[in-house]
């Protein structure tokens, strides 16, 4: 228990963008846990899937890969389906941020299909988020806007009913990164929009008020650099 809301409140800290005392706290847990299971010096499950996605913001991608095969591994061994997707899903972003996409394709595919299967709706955007990331991403020979726009929409149908404003907040983000990609690759055939489509800036604009209203500044950056590409 100890170790697990220590956890917690380090992912609540980096969202709101308070990396160093995230850090702090991550570290804490993890001496807790090694006081607690000293044959597992690392955390794992979800506590280690936060930890690697602060890790992963910072650009420690290779201590992320040594970290995520050392979680996936018991996960595997304790079959938790949910602990699976979410390690592949850390396994296809590490990838990605090296430039590897066919390795972060493979990775990320299964991560979407794994949390299907697992029924973990709840951290289904965060698949779908990061493999829309990667198709709309035109340095990857194999990106596909369609269905980065399908992943994206599907994102769209599951957090915005559900009050979901972190994941609508990536949602606006990635849409807007995506119509720029459109703007810039025009699709061969008519692209299937969803019900309300919303222009660039108007992605742009929620984004902001998201991240106002939710206190969600981890995104501040990619949002200012948004502002400044479309002002440009």
């Known amino acids: 228990q100890r170790m697990s809301k220590r956890t917690t409140l380090a992912d609540a ?3 709101v963008g308070e990396t160093a005392r995230a850090l702090e706290l991550f570290n804490a847990a993890e001496q807790l846990q090694q006081e607690w299971q000293p044959e597992s010096p690392r955390m794992y499950s979800l506590q280690g899937f936060y930890y690697c996605d602060l890790l992963l913001a910072q650009g420690e991608v290779a201590v992320v890969l040594e970290r995520v095969e050392y979680a996936l591994e018991i996960s595997r061994k304790n079959g938790w389906l949910q602990d699976i997707a979410l390690d592949q899903l ?3 972003r590490a990838h990605y941020q090296q430039g ?3 390795q972060a394709t493979e990775w990320l595919n299964q991560a979407v299909a794994g949390l299907r299967a697992a029924g973990a709706q709840n951290y289904l955007p965060r698949g779908l988020l990061a493999r829309a990331t990667l198709n709309h991403d035109t340095r990857n020979s194999n990106h596909d806007l369609t269905r980065a726009r399908q992943d994206l929409q599907e994102v769209h149908d599951i957090a915005e009913p ?5 994941h609508m907040t990536d949602y606006h983000l990635e849409m807007a990164r ?3 990609a459109e703007q810039q690759n025009p699709p061969q055939s008519p692209v299937e929009k969803g019900e309300s489509e919303f222009s660039l800036q108007d992605h742009i604009t929620q984004a902001a008020k998201l991240i106002e209203d939710t ?7 990619e949002l200012e650099a948004l502002q400044k590409e479309v002002a440009g």
């Open 13 to 15: 800290l980096h969202q």
């Open 90 to 92: 850390t396994l296809g």
């Open 100 to 102: 590897d996409f066919p």
């Open 162 to 166: 559900s009050g979901m404003r972190l």
């Open 178 to 180: 995506l119509l720029i």
């Open 215 to 221: 206190g969600y500044k981890r995104r501040l950056p």
